[in-house]
């Protein structure tokens, strides 16, 4: 089959594009962002990329896979309806051709997705499962984002926000999962919910389609998850917590540090332990959540364990670039004040003595429209410093927002002006976490360069 696929170097449709050809399909996709890393990585698979959406789609092609980042009114989608020809989603065509005859394990929530699917992915495979897996990140135990596997087994990272430009319901909904995982319920992308019950209702639509003979891991203290349950569910329930040692899946730190030890019980029984490298109790929680969900397909937990320990996690969340200098650079994905706030507390417990300094790009369509604005100076608690990038389009003031941080607040109004005040100011000893979910205009390559110049001088 000819498929071409428009907005194919997002991250999502990337992994379809990847997985269409890894099972046999010739693909071509275009896009207004073709290039690396995603260019080249989809270019070395043999996938022909267009720049732009000016070309037309060749009559040849049989499957026209639409991304969601393209909207009514983009005249490439104006062209595609005027022709009449047949075109379908990115989750629909997964589901149609991939999905239909494995046992889809789903992990959902507001935030940990990316980590616990490459999580679970990882303990199937060290576990010889050779799942396949759909996943919005680049787990480091694999290297890439998306395979087709090689069993009945298949991770799928199953994100919320809508499906396309004609398909309103969130992308979770095609999945049909045997095997869900909900971290945890927020209110997050403002551009298409207008509330957190409008979320809510779109994980009921999850709920309703998950067999009896499924499970369903959520979070144990999760207020929103408690309402989400008592609209109704068919399945039978499995509770994770770090903090709350009812719940059926439990765990806790025995040590932290660069190396950190935790244990793990199951219905008050140890399960084991394993030392491992990640930070945070927001970790703890996706390590149980994917230990949870890989017991309902027959991995032991001391196998579980034994996978977590060698866990290498998911580029750009909390991942160190380097050390220059004595100072430690590090890359996050935050962009939620909750993600914001946990990323740091892992920081703060492995360093209680070291200065913090919080880098953040306010990016996202949420945070850009300033629905957090009032809460988003608790996110830094933990941090000693705090610089932020006022991009133009904000639709708030980040000096007025993050005005309670006093002296610690430092905003810049562009990228070069924020690395020159932060090469400025480091010291040996800092940690730097640069959050956001974009490219941030490149400061972390930036900044990576000035410290490695500072540390050959």
Known sequence: MRIHILGVCGTFMGGIAAIAKEAGHAVSGADHNVYPPMSTQLEALGIELIDGYEAPIDEGVESIVVGNALSRGKPVVEALLNSGRAYTSGPEWLADHVLRDKWVLAVSGTHGKTTTASML???????????????????????????????????????????????KRSKFVHYRPRTVVINNIEYDHADIFSDVDAIIWQFHQLLRTVPGNGLVVVNGKDANIERLLKRGVWTPLATFSASDRAARWFAAYDSIGAESRFSIFEQGVARGRAVWSLLGLHNLENALAATAAASHVGVAPDTALAA????????????????????????????????????????RALAPRQRIVAVMEPRSNTMRMGVHRDTLHGSFAAADRVFVLAAKDLGFDPAEALAPLGKRLVVAADVQTLLERLVDELNSGDLVVLMSNGGFGGLPRLLEQALAARAAS
Do not use: C, M
Request: charged content about 20%; overall charge negative.
């Open 121 to 167: 992915a990882w303990i199937l495979e060290y576990a010889g499962l050779t799942p396949g897996f759909l996943i919005g990140g680049v787990p480091g135990n694999f290297g890439i984002s998306a395979r087709l596997g090689g069993s009945k087994y298949f991770v799928v990272e199953a994100d919320e926000y809508d499906t396309a430009f004609f398909d």
């Open 308 to 347: 977590l320990a060698k866990f290498k996690g998911v580029k750009r969340r909390l991942e160190l670039r380097g050390t220059f200098a004595g100072i430690s650079l590090y890359e996050d994905f935050a962009h939620h004040p909750t993600a914001i706030a946990t990323t740091l507390q892992g920081l």
